[in-house]
């Protein structure tokens, strides 16, 4: 297949590599945007499907890991909603100041 220029040359158009995965003009558009940033000056297809690639991986673990501190937070609420309030500890007195005095009692936390 050939297209016919301004000037009515004929330049050869070929099929796009369709072992590429698909992108979009903004992954594109960010892709450049980085490889600018990053000073490089000349792009070729394969850098900008690596850096798209790179960023996808990036964007898939920050999910990951968002999601995994939700869970957690959710956990550690939950958990200690289950557990009672602790009655306030007594204040220290004459009494457990002296040497062998018996410590008062703490609330144990259960683990399941």
Do not use: C, N, Y
Not at 46 to 56: G, H, N, P, S, V
């Amino acid at each position: 297949m050939f297209v016919e220029g301004p000037d009515g040359a004929h330049w050869p158009a070929t099929f796009a590599d369709l072992g590429r995965p698909r992108i979009s003009l903004g992954e594109h558009r960010r892709a450049l945007a980085a490889l600018r940033e990053r000073g490089v000056r000349l792009t070729d297809e394969q850098l900008i499907f690596d850096t798209i690639e790179a960023q996808r991986a990036l964007v898939e673990s920050s999910a990951l890991t968002t999601k995994a501190a939700r869970r957690e937070a959710e956990r550690s609420r939950r958990s200690l909603a289950a557990t009672p309030e602790r009655p306030p500890l007594p204040a220290p007195g004459p009494e457990l100041a002296r040497a062998g005095a018996p410590l008062p009692l703490l609330a144990v936390e259960e683990w399941s």
